[in-house]
């Protein structure tokens, strides 16, 4: 088994790496913009054209209120990136906004934090995914062909990826990322040119269609209601954003300056990129409809189910640099490909947030520990089956399911800034140095206009989008935090009841006496270093125990057992039914009735074979016996085993292994950093 297991996992995911080279897996603002900045940067490649989907309701002449939306969003931006940068600065550990709300606003808003974060990040990899595959289905019919299957491909791939470790998964996206910001600059700039300079007339491929709105006039509070929504469709391009607050451990030496410079370059990146997309396509023409087959009109007629809608920035880098273009033909694959690594940023957030909250015991402890690679491999594995689950559920349709999208952020964002709010007025309290104090009162200002603009577009965005998705996010988020609460419930139970107790009780008292079992079905060479071992333990009394099950063999076992003399007592259990577990269990039972202060130690000889189809042919009846007896009060349960020939080859091959963790190694908590003086040698 060991070898099925290792070549594939040593092919697909590398060599394993020793718990001191931690810190050569931390990460230089180079790397760490791609790695946790790809979700906002990318989401400037569909959050404009969701803008204009929605304007569609109301006709092409609603298009003019496009750059309107885009301030606003922009401004929304630098105040949550400007906020965010208090946060890293303040909680550098990578709790982010759960520590944050966990710390200033007690452990049940942490856990609504928490919640909404785990949704967040599962849906940030459903979107970005499905939304590549569309963005390559533009040029690849097949890929829209059969879109689920490709984006389930692309997210078992991303998870091998990941699985590689965080250092060398960025240094894999971070091309990519770079080619796509310097793609999407390019075109702006080249657009601009032309059209400021040059004066050439730019028409997107849809420029010559005419939209029919679904409801023609509106005004008024109808006419607000639309913007809104417009509006809390461009935040998707905020998603991701707190993904560099929760992974501040990831990055290099100085943690939080190197954290807040990533958070202030992306912000810049993204709020350039988004306008930009947003002004070309106003003077591109672009056109989109929420339901382009019958709301799209070309000479009066409509386009049909045939029509494959392009993503906006396809049909400006069309307009701008020309169908089947070099640098068209680069944007729209870096497009796709920034897209389907935007799901990285997740990949970074879901697992680290999943091991601080198995550390605070609200998920299992399994996401606390580390891979082979020195990722959580646990959390990468959880988040890619959910994410899968997820576009098979909504058909990889980004349209459907970014309408889930953005609610779990913005309850984060909303909590998190009024956390620390209540932050700085504990420490103002306190603090009599009028410098800090200043600056305090400052960073206060600034995480309170966050959390009053973050708030009033969490409600901007669950009206005008709970009826049309936000509420499964919702859902999902009462499952995260309902499972969570149970979870923590039950380690406290445990820790509580297995407790060392300070005073005298039962577990401190002495056995009156010991009675050992050993199980017994023919006379072999397990049996007998099976009965030497039960006599060197010294026991009370001890026994040999049979059952039953077919007369003749029982016999010769009896004859066997007085041929040979063997001065332990056979005792043979009757089964009619030819039972061997029951009859076994029904007798240790008694002995513990009989003398409940006594201690019945039960033990079973065992094979131990090298191979991983030999198991399937021994100690099955063991195993079940001791999965009823672990369940019993006061038995003990003791394994002797006995090395079969196979397993000296199975003992050889794990003495080649032993210099590397053999795969299901149990690894807890978090490697511990190489000392100082080796880290001062290597810089």
Same mark, same amino acid.
């Given at each position: 088994?060991?070898?099925?297991?290792?070549?594939?996992?040593?092919?697909?995911?590398?060599?394993?790496?020793?718990?001191?080279?931690?810190?050569?897996?931390?990460?230089?603002k180079?790397?760490?913009?791609?790695?946790?900045?790809s979700?906002?940067?990318?989401?400037?490649?569909?959050?404009?054209?969701?803008?204009?989907?929605?304007?569609?309701?109301?006709?092409?002449?609603a298009y #003019?209120?496009s750059?309107w939306?885009?301030?606003?969003?922009?401004?929304?931006?630098? $105040?949550?990136?400007?906020?965010?940068?208090?946060?890293? #600065?303040?909680?550098?550990?990578?709790?982010?906004?759960?520590?944050?709300?966990?710390?200033?606003?007690?452990?049940?808003?942490?856990?609504?934090v928490?919640?909404?974060?785990l949704?967040? /990040?599962v849906?940030?990899?459903?979107?970005?995914?499905?939304?590549?595959?569309?963005?390559?289905?533009?040029?690849?019919?097949?890929?829209?062909?059969?879109?689920?299957?490709?984006?389930i491909?692309v997210?078992?791939?991303?998870?091998?990826?990941?699985?590689?470790?965080?250092?060398?998964?960025?240094?894999?996206?971070?091309?990519?990322?770079?080619?796509?910001?310097?793609?999407?600059?390019?075109?702006?700039?080249?657009?601009?040119?032309?059209?400021?300079?040059?004066?050439?007339?730019?028409?997107?491929p849809?420029?010559?269609?005419?939209?029919?709105?679904?409801?023609?006039?509106?005004?008024?509070?109808a006419?607000?209601?639309?913007?809104?929504?417009?509006?809390?469709?461009?935040?998707?391009?905020?998603?991701?954003?707190?993904?560099?607050?929760?992974?501040?451990?990831?990055?290099?030496?100085?943690?939080?300056?190197?954290?807040?410079?990533?958070?202030?370059?992306?912000?810049?990146?993204?709020?350039?990129m988004?306008?930009?997309?947003?002004?070309l396509?106003?003077?591109?023409?672009?056109?989109?409809?929420?339901n382009?087959?019958t709301?799209?009109?070309?000479?009066?007629?409509?386009?049909?189910?045939?029509?494959?809608?392009?993503?906006?920035?396809?049909?400006?880098?069309?307009?701008?640099?020309?169908?089947?273009?070099?640098?068209?033909?680069?944007?729209?694959?870096?497009?796709?490909?920034?897209?389907?690594?935007?799901?990285?940023?997740? /990949?970074?957030?879901?697992?680290?947030?999943?091991?601080?909250?198995?550390?605070?015991?609200?998920?299992?402890?399994?996401? #606390?520990?580390?891979?082979?690679?020195l990722?959580?491999?646990?959390?990468?594995?959880l988040?890619?089956?959910?994410?899968?689950?997820?576009?098979?559920?909504?058909?990889?349709?980004?349209?459907?399911?970014?309408q889930?999208?953005?609610?779990?952020?913005?309850?984060?964002?909303t909590?998190?800034?009024?956390?620390?709010?209540?932050?700085?007025?504990?420490?103002?309290?306190?603090e009599?140095?009028?410098?800090?104090?200043r600056?305090?009162? +400052?960073?206060?200002?600034?995480?309170?206009?966050?959390?009053?603009?973050?708030?009033?577009?969490?409600v901007v965005?669950?009206?005008?989008?709970?009826?049309?998705g936000?509420?499964?996010?919702?859902?999902?988020m009462?499952?995260?935090?309902?499972?969570?609460?149970?979870?923590?419930?039950?380690?406290?139970?445990?820790?509580?009841?297995?407790?060392?107790?300070?005073?005298?009780?039962?577990?401190?008292? +002495?056995?009156?006496?010991?009675?050992?079992?050993?199980?017994?079905?023919?006379?072999?060479?397990?049996?007998? +270093?099976?009965?030497?071992?039960?006599?060197?333990?010294?026991?009370?009394?001890?026994?040999?125990?049979?059952?039953?099950?077919?007369?003749a063999?029982?016999?010769a076992?009896?004859?066997?057992?007085?041929?040979?003399?063997?001065?332990?007592?056979?005792?043979?259990?009757d089964?009619? /039914?030819?039972?061997? $577990?029951?009859?076994?269990?029904?007798y240790?039972?008694?002995l513990?009735?009989?003398?409940?202060?006594?201690?019945?130690?039960?033990?079973?000889?065992?094979?131990?074979?090298?191979?991983w189809?030999?198991?399937?042919?021994?100690?099955q009846?063991?195993?079940?016996?001791?999965?009823?007896?672990?369940? $019993?009060?006061?038995?003990?349960?003791?394994?002797v085993?006995y090395?079969?020939?196979?397993?000296?080859?199975a003992?050889?091959?794990?003495?080649?292994?032993?210099?590397?963790?053999?795969?299901?190694?149990?690894?807890?908590?978090?490697?511990?950093?190489?000392s100082?003086?080796?880290?001062?040698?290597?810089?």
């Amino acid at each position: 088994m060991s070898k099925l297991t290792d070549v594939p996992k040593r092919i697909l995911i590398g060599r394993a790496l020793r718990s001191d080279r931690l810190g050569e897996t931390l990460l230089p603002k180079r790397i760490a913009l791609p790695v946790f900045a790809s979700d906002p940067l990318s989401s400037v490649a569909y959050a404009p054209g969701e803008v204009l989907l929605v304007l569609s309701i109301a006709g092409v002449t609603a298009y #003019h209120f496009s750059p309107w939306i885009a301030v606003a969003v922009v401004v929304l931006m630098f $105040t949550v990136v400007a906020s965010y940068r208090q946060n890293v #600065h303040a909680y550098p550990s990578g709790g982010g906004d759960y520590e944050v709300a966990t710390t200033n606003l007690g452990p049940k808003a942490g856990l609504t934090v928490a919640s909404a974060l785990l949704v967040d /990040y599962v849906l940030t990899v459903a979107v970005s995914i499905s939304s590549g595959i569309e963005n390559l289905g533009s040029a690849i019919p097949f890929v829209v062909e059969h879109k689920v299957l490709c984006a389930i491909g692309v997210i078992v791939l991303l998870t091998l990826m990941n699985l590689r470790g965080v250092k060398e998964s960025g240094s894999l996206f971070a091309i990519p990322t770079y080619v796509f910001v310097f793609g999407v600059f390019t075109m702006i700039a080249w657009g601009a040119f032309r059209g400021l300079v040059l004066d050439d007339t730019m028409r997107a491929p849809t420029a010559d269609y005419v939209i029919k709105p679904e409801h023609q006039g509106l005004a008024g509070f109808a006419l607000v209601f639309l913007l809104l929504r417009a509006f809390s469709s461009g935040c998707a391009a905020l998603t991701g954003v707190e993904a560099i607050s929760n992974g501040v451990p990831a990055f290099r030496k100085p943690k939080s300056k190197n954290a807040a410079t990533t958070l202030a370059m992306m912000g810049l990146l993204a709020v350039t990129m988004f306008c930009g997309i947003i002004a070309l396509a106003a003077a591109t023409d672009v056109r989109m409809a929420e339901n382009p087959a019958t709301d799209l009109l070309h000479n009066g007629v409509p386009l049909g189910g045939d029509y494959v809608q392009n993503p906006v920035i396809s049909q400006v880098a069309e307009a701008v640099f020309g169908k089947g273009s070099f640098l068209f033909i680069i944007l729209a694959a870096a497009t796709a490909l920034v897209l389907f690594l935007a799901a990285n940023t997740a /990949y970074n957030g879901f697992p680290l947030l999943g091991s601080i909250l198995a550390q605070d015991r609200y998920l299992p402890r399994q996401l #606390h520990t580390r891979g082979d690679r020195l990722a959580f491999s646990n959390g990468i594995v959880l988040l890619a089956g959910a994410a899968a689950l997820l576009v098979g559920i909504y058909g990889a349709d980004s349209t459907r399911l970014i309408q889930l999208y953005i609610v779990g952020v913005f309850v984060s964002f909303t909590l998190s800034q009024t956390g620390m709010v209540r932050h700085w007025n504990r420490h103002l309290a306190t603090e009599k140095d009028q410098a800090k104090r200043r600056h305090m009162i +400052r960073s206060r200002a600034i995480n309170a206009f966050g959390a009053f603009f973050t708030g009033l577009v969490l409600v901007v965005v669950l009206l005008t989008k709970f009826t049309h998705g936000a509420w499964v996010a919702l859902l999902g988020m009462v499952i995260f935090y309902a499972t969570m609460t149970a979870i923590r419930k039950h380690y406290d139970r445990v820790a509580a009841e297995i407790a060392a107790p300070d005073g005298p009780s039962d577990d401190l008292v +002495r056995p009156s006496r010991v009675h050992s079992v050993v199980l017994i079905s023919k006379i072999h060479r397990p049996t007998l +270093r099976a009965l030497a071992y039960a006599k060197l333990m010294r026991s009370d009394t001890l026994e040999a125990l049979s059952v039953n099950v077919d007369p003749a063999e029982t016999k010769a076992l009896r004859e066997e057992w007085e041929r040979r003399g063997i001065d332990v007592p056979l005792k043979v259990l009757d089964s009619p /039914y030819r039972e061997i $577990t029951r009859p076994i269990i029904e007798y240790v039972k008694s002995l513990r009735k009989e003398s409940p202060r006594d201690a019945v130690s039960v033990i079973i000889p065992e094979y131990v074979v090298g191979h991983w189809y030999e198991h399937l042919l021994h100690n099955q009846s063991a195993l079940r016996l001791k999965g009823r007896l672990l369940f $019993t009060p006061g038995i003990m349960v003791t394994s002797v085993p006995y090395q079969l020939q196979s397993s000296e080859a199975a003992k050889r091959r794990a003495r080649r292994q032993q210099d590397w963790n053999a795969p299901g190694s149990v690894r807890r908590g978090p490697a511990q950093v190489r000392s100082k003086e080796s880290t001062e040698r290597k810089s």
